[in-house]
């Protein structure tokens, strides 16, 4: 089956830090692979997505690249910023898009000024 | 154009009782998913569906839980004699099948006692 590992938290970082919030996986099939941010209280919003290998994605500073040498789609941003603390979820899904997102149990990012 | 609605957005049920979770698609979206996230988890895939079909009810317990997309009107996720294991978010997400990139909503949250 699919299944999403990403690096526990909370992650503490201070501001203009870099960030780097890893994700491996293990899909049946051709997985596209996804970053959704979640702030407090709300919903997932889409961060950014890769649907086939070496692409990057990227979205507001923060870049991920499919690796499918390693299974990997780690997440990075060059300096964060306080308002970037939520939590972050990897997720993936196959069989061309039409099914449901597996996620990983997200990583909790706080910055502080 | 306005994105994916539930309500309510917090919902108390005693034990025993039923809950009720309705959520509205983003316009021209005929694709529903619904998605659990207990404390401290990430979401689980429950059920996806498109208008008057389930597609895939893989994540849904096989007990008490129900789902529903008809032609008119919303999505409804179902819960009979709810249990407090069954206190949780509940999201749902909604896709256009041109991309069947996944819109989340602000989620139900779901308490009982």
């Known amino acids: 089956g699919n299944s999403v590992t990403q690096m526990e938290g909370p992650v503490t970082l201070s501001e203009e830090a870099f960030l780097t919030i890893n994700c491996t996986y293990t899909a049946t099939g051709y997985p596209s692979l996804f970053w959704y941010v979640q702030y407090p209280g709300e919903g997932l919003q889409l961060l950014l997505k890769a649907t086939k290998a070496d692409d990057k994605g990227s979205n507001k500073g923060f870049e991920a690249t499919y690796r499918k040498e390693t299974t990997s789609f780690h997440l990075e941003k060059g300096s964060v910023q306080v308002s970037d603390s939520a939590v972050y979820f990897c997720?993936?899904?196959?069989?061309?898009?039409?099914?449901?997102?597996?996620f990983g149990k997200g990583t909790h990012l706080i910055i502080q000024p | 154009n306005a994105g994916v609605m539930q309500n309510p957005r917090h919902l108390v049920r005693r034990r025993g009782q039923e809950a009720r979770l309705r959520c509205s698609p983003m316009k021209g979206h005929s694709h529903v998913y619904w998605y659990r996230q207990l404390p401290e988890e990430g979401l689980k895939f429950m059920v996806y569906l498109q208008k008057e079909n389930i597609i895939d009810e893989s994540g849904m317990p096989k007990e008490r839980f129900s789902a529903e997309f008809p032609k008119e009107g919303p999505s409804i996720l179902r819960i009979q004699q709810v249990v407090r294991g069954d206190s949780a978010a509940y999201f749902c997400?909604?896709?256009?099948?041109?991309?069947?990139?996944?819109?989340f909503g602000p989620g139900t949250r779901l308490t009982v006692t």
């Open positions: 997400a909604s896709s256009r099948q041109v991309d069947y990139e996944q819109y």
């Open positions: 997720a993936l899904n196959t069989g061309g898009g039409a099914d449901g997102l597996t």
